[in-house]
């Protein structure tokens, strides 16, 4: 299996399926991927904001790929054309193919660049191959992260540290502790201005703090796991 940032919020992980999250691509200053050379065989959907929605039309046209997000989200892909599975919080569903997905929650906003509403922002909590990842979308730090997403054994997170929108990393730094996660990939950084951080002293204290191993991957690159 391997995972791949392409910039930004953007995670791939590949396996038996290809999992994209979170497809910002075209407009992404940070972005190592065109919307044309992304595969994917489900493509998940944290919120609506441009900088996560991103090409997830575009994509799931051309791919073909399951898309799955929140229901008046998915409501809207419906609109476009592309035909998404509409699920809700703490709601979970496994494909014939094995592959899982849970919506659990995230403390943050959800519209459209226009400004329409489209539900409540998620993370995703997905297995594949045995393997059980989480990534937590937008959100700020939030207690639930301990008593209802910790539990389920967490092999890998993939974190905002931007601060800003999301936590920073002092705030991703406690959600770690409370996660307690085997591998940690930080996102949601640098990609602007406004979201410039150190991710090796991220690295640093996380490692310093928690019995896990924190990867930094610039986009384009990727780790085997
Ligand atoms: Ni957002
Ligand atoms: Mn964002």
Not at 27 to 34: D, F, H, R, V
Not at 97 to 119: E, Y
Not at 183 to 191: A, C, G, M, V
């Amino acid at each position: 299996m391997r995972i791949d940032f392409y910039g930004h919020a953007c995670v791939g992980v590949q396996g038996s399926k290809k999992v994209l999250i979170d497809p910002y691509l075209s407009g992404n200053p940070a972005a190592s991927l065109t919307p044309e050379q992304a595969e994917a065989d489900y493509l998940l959907i944290t919120h609506g904001h441009g900088d996560h929605l991103g090409d997830a039309v575009e994509i799931a046209k051309r791919t073909g790929a399951q898309v799955v997000a929140m229901v008046e989200l998915a409501n809207w892909l419906g609109k476009q054309g592309v035909e998404a599975m509409g699920m809700n919080l703490g709601g979970s569903y496994t494909f014939a193919d094995g592959f899982k997905v849970k919506l659990v929650p995230a403390w943050h906003s959800s519209h459209l660049p226009d400004g329409t509403a489209v539900g409540l922002p998620v993370g995703f909590i997905f297995w594949l191959d045995g393997l059980c990842f989480y990534h937590a979308g937008d959100t700020a730090l939030f207690s639930d992260m301990r008593e209802v997403i910790a539990p389920h054994g967490l092999d890998w997170a993939f974190l905002p540290i931007g601060d800003f929108y999301t936590m920073g990393p002092d705030d991703a730094l406690t959600a770690a502790k409370w996660l307690n996660a085997k591998n940690y990939l930080p996102i949601h950084y640098n990609t602007f201005p406004l979201l410039q951080q150190d991710p090796q002293q991220f690295k640093q204290q996380l490692e310093a703090a928690c019995p896990a191993t924190c990867h930094i991957l610039q986009p384009g690159e990727h780790t085997e796991i």
